[in-house]
C-alpha cells in the first residue's frame, strides 16, 4: 500500500478554516521572499496564533523551525544536556518550561525517535522533549557558540582580565566569540530571567553600576570596573542601531532578540552625564504585553464597567498613572478585545512598544515634525474606527483627540494624573472646556502596579489599631494581615510579581452634568462613589485584607492619610 501523502500546512489551516485563501496566498508571497517556513509566516502576519499553529503541525509532516542565530544561550538549560552527548546526537537545548516540564532541543532530523529517547534517559524521563527543526549548518555553529564559550558572567569578567584592548570592529559581529558580545548578552539574559523591567547602566567615576528594576523597584545587581564600559556601551550601541561615535547627544535604539524560543524586545535609551554614557533598557515582553481582559483580576463591577465602556461606539477612554504603572499594557488589552477585521485600529505611539497584528501602528517622527496632533490629522484621513494616542501632552493633542471623538470614533488615549477624577482638571488645564468635555468621555481608568507578597514567606499578623481605621474596621476585629519578610525564592525582598489596581470611572448622565457645570472633583467623586465607584486606596485595601499584599508596599503606591479622617 503506498503511503499516504502528506497534507499540506496550508490546506490543513484552510480545511480547519483557521485561515482564508487571501490569507493564505499573501503569507505564500512572504515565504517565497523570505525563505522561511510557511508556518513562521503566518504566525509573523498575525493569521494565525502561535498556539494554535502548534496544534495544526502535529497532524501534518511540518516542522517549527528555530533561527538558532538569534537565540542567546541560557546556561542553565543548556547544562541540562552534557555537551559531548550534544554533539554526538547533533541536538541543542534551547528553552525549558518548568511548569510544563518541557524542554524544546533543536535538532536536524525532529522524526528521529533514537535521539529523542536517548535524549530522555539522559536527562530523565519525567521531562518531555519538544523537538524542533533546525539547518545542520546552523546547528553546528550553535554547538560551538553555546557549549564552545564560558557563558556565565563572572567567568566571562575572567577572560576579559586577560585580554588587552578592545577594538571596537571586534564588537561589531554576529556572532557571540568575544568575551565582551558574550557578556552583554549574559546580562540581557539574566535581567530578562530576573523578569526585570529595566537594565541601569550607570558609570560613576571609577565604576560602572548596574541596576535592575524588578517588581517596579531599582535593585542593584553588580558593580564593575570602568574601563569594562566603554566596550560594553559600543557593543550595545552597535546591535540597537546606533551611532557608536556620537557620545555627545541622547540617542535611542532597539534590540530585538530570542531567549531560547521566546522572543523579547529592548528599548535602548543613552544620556551623556558626567563620567560617561548612561545607557537605559526597557525590557518589552511581547507575551506579557498583551493581557487577556479576563485576567486583569477585576472585581466584577470594575469588569461589568470596563466592559460597558468598550460597548460605547464613540468617545474617548482615558488611562492615568505615572510612568511604568501599566498604562500601556492596559490600552493593549483594551484594542485586543476589540481587534476584528470588521474595525479599522490605528495608533501613534511615542514609540511603538509590542507589534499588533491587523492593527497599523505608527511612531511619532520628530525628524518629519510629526507630533501628536499633526499625527492625528493624518490618521483621520485613513478611515479609521478606533484609534490609539500615545498621550494626551497639551491642548493641540486635546483638542484633536476631542474632534476625533466627536466624529463618530473611539479613541484611547492616556493621562498623567494622580487618579480618575484629578483628569477633569487637568483637561481644563490644558484648554479642554467643559462643554466639550460633556458627553464626549466614556471613561477614566486610574491604575498603579502593586507588588505581591512572596507566597513562600509572607508572615502572618494581627492588625494594631492604625492598621484597623486605615482598613475602615472597628479596633476590636483585629483582622489577620501579612508583612514581607524574604526568602531566597523572592531574592530576599518579600515580594514576587507584581498586580495592578485600578479606580474604573464610567460617566453616566448625572456626572455628565456635573461635569458641564464645573462641579469639583469632591462632588464628582462623591457622587460616583455614590454609584458604586471604588478609588484605588479601596481596590488596594481588599488586596491587603486577603493577603495578597502588605499595608506598607500599599502606603507606597497610594495615599492612604484621608482614611484616618473617616
Known amino acids: 500500500m503506498p503511503p499516504t501523502k502528506p497534507v499540506r500546512l496550508g490546506d490543513l489551516l484552510l480545511a480547519e478554516g483557521i485561515i482564508t485563501q487571501d490569507q493564505l496566498d499573501i503569507a505564500l508571497i512572504e515565504q517565497k521572499a523570505s525563505g522561511e517556513q510557511l508556518g513562521r509566516v503566518l504566525v509573523k502576519l498575525g493569521f494565525v496564533d502561535a498556539e494554535v499553529l502548534r496544534d495544526q503541525l502535529g497532524q501534518s509532516l511540518q516542522q517549527v523551525s528555530l533561527n538558532l542565530k538569534q537565540i542567546l544561550p541560557d546556561p542553565s538549560v543548556l547544562a541540562m544536556v552534557d555537551k559531548a552527548l550534544a554533539r554526538e546526537l547533533k541536538a541543542v537545548p534551547v528553552a525549558f518550561n518548568a511548569g510544563k516540564n518541557l524542554l524544546t532541543v533543536a535538532m536536524v532530523d525532529t522524526f528521529d525517535i533514537r535521539i529523542i529517547d536517548r535524549l530522555a534517559a539522559a536527562i530523565g524521563n519525567t521531562v518531555q522533549i519538544e523537538p524542533a527543526l533546525s539547518s545542520e549548518t546552523d546547528l553546528e555553529e550553535a554547538l560551538d557558540r553555546f557549549y564552545g564559550f564560558d557563558l556565565s558572567i563572572d567567568g566571562i569578567l575572567r577572560e576579559l582580565e586577560q585580554i588587552g584592548k578592545i577594538d571596537a570592529d571586534e564588537l561589531n559581529r554576529t556572532e557571540n566569540t568575544h568575551p565582551m558580545i558574550r557578556l552583554v548578552d549574559s546580562l540581557l539574559l539574566d535581567a530578562v530571567k530576573r523578569e526585570a523591567s529595566d537594565i541601569h547602566f550607570e558609570p560613576e ?6 541596576r535592575y ?3 517596579g523597584v531599582l535593585r542593584q545587581i553588580r558593580s564593575l570596573h570602568q574601563k569594562f564600559w566603554s566596550p560594553m556601551a559600543v557593543r550595545l550601541k552597535v546591535i540597537s542601531g546606533m551611532d557608536i561615535a556620537e557620545t555627545r547627544l541622547p540617542q535611542d535604539g532597539r534590540i530585538s532578540l530570542s531567549i531560547g524560543t521566546h522572543e523579547i524586545d529592548f528599548r535602548v535609551a543613552s544620556q551623556p552625564t558626567l563620567h560617561g554614557e548612561n545607557i537605559v533598557l526597557r525590557i518589552l515582553d511581547r507575551k506579557k504585553g498583551i493581557v ?27 488611562v492615568t498613572g505615572p510612568t511604568g504603572s501599566g498604562k500601556t499594557t492596559t490600552l493593549y488589552s483594551m484594542l485586543n478585545h476589540l481587534n476584528t477585521e470588521s474595525v479599522n ?8 512598544e509590542y507589534p499588533m497584528a491587523m492593527i497599523r501602528q505608527s511612531s511619532l ?5 510629526m507630533d501628536f496632533a499633526g499625527g492625528i490629522r493624518s490618521l483621520m484621513r485613513q478611515d479609521p474606527d478606533i484609534i490609539l494616542v500615545g498621550e494626551i501632552r497639551d491642548g493641540d493633542t486635546a483638542t484633536m483627540a476631542f474632534r476625533a471623538a466627536m466624529t463618530g470614533h473611539k479613541v484611547f488615549s492616556t493621562l498623567h494624573t494622580n487618579s480618575a477624577v484629578a483628569s477633569f482638571a487637568r483637561l481644563q488645564d490644558i484648554g479642554v472646556q467643559n462643554s466639550i468635555l460633556t458627553s464626549n468621555i466614556v471613561g477614566i481608568i486610574a491604575q ?3 507588588r505581591k507578597l512572596c507566597s513562600h514567606c509572607k508572615q502572618a499578623y494581627d492588625a494594631d489599631d492604625l492598621e484597623c481605621r486605615l482598613l475602615g474596621l472597628a479596633p476590636a476585629s483585629r483582622p489577620t494581615l501579612y508583612r514581607a519578610q524574604g526568602c531566597e525564592r523572592c531574592g530576599r525582598t518579600g515580594y514576587k510579581g507584581r498586580m495592578a489596581i485600578m479606580e474604573i470611572l464610567r460617566i453616566d448622565a448625572g456626572l455628565d452634568n456635573l461635569i458641564a457645570r464645573g462641579a469639583t472633583p469632591h462632588e464628582i467623586e462623591r457622587q460616583a462613589v455614590a454609584h458604586g465607584f ?14 495578597s499584599t502588605s499595608l506598607d508596599e500599599l ?7 484621608h482614611r484616618l479622617a473617616l
Open 292 to 318: 487577556p481582559l479576563d485576567k486583569l483580576q477585576l472585581n466584577q463591577h470594575a469588569f461589568t464597567q470596563l466592559h460597558l465602556m468598550l460597548a460605547r461606539p464613540e468617545g474617548i477612554i482615558l
Open 534 to 547: 471604588r478609588t484605588l486606596a479601596d481596590e488596594g485595601i481588599v488586596k491587603v485584607a486577603d493577603g
Open 555 to 561: 502606603s507606597r503606591i497610594v495615599d492612604l492619610t
Open 448 to 450: 498603579r502596579l502593586i
Open 205 to 210: 567615576e571609577k565604576y560602572l553600576r548596574i
Open 213 to 215: 528594576r524588578i517588581d
Open 345 to 352: 485600529i490605528m495608533t501613534l505611539e511615542d514609540p511603538v
Open 365 to 369: 517622527n520628530p525628524a518629519l515634525k
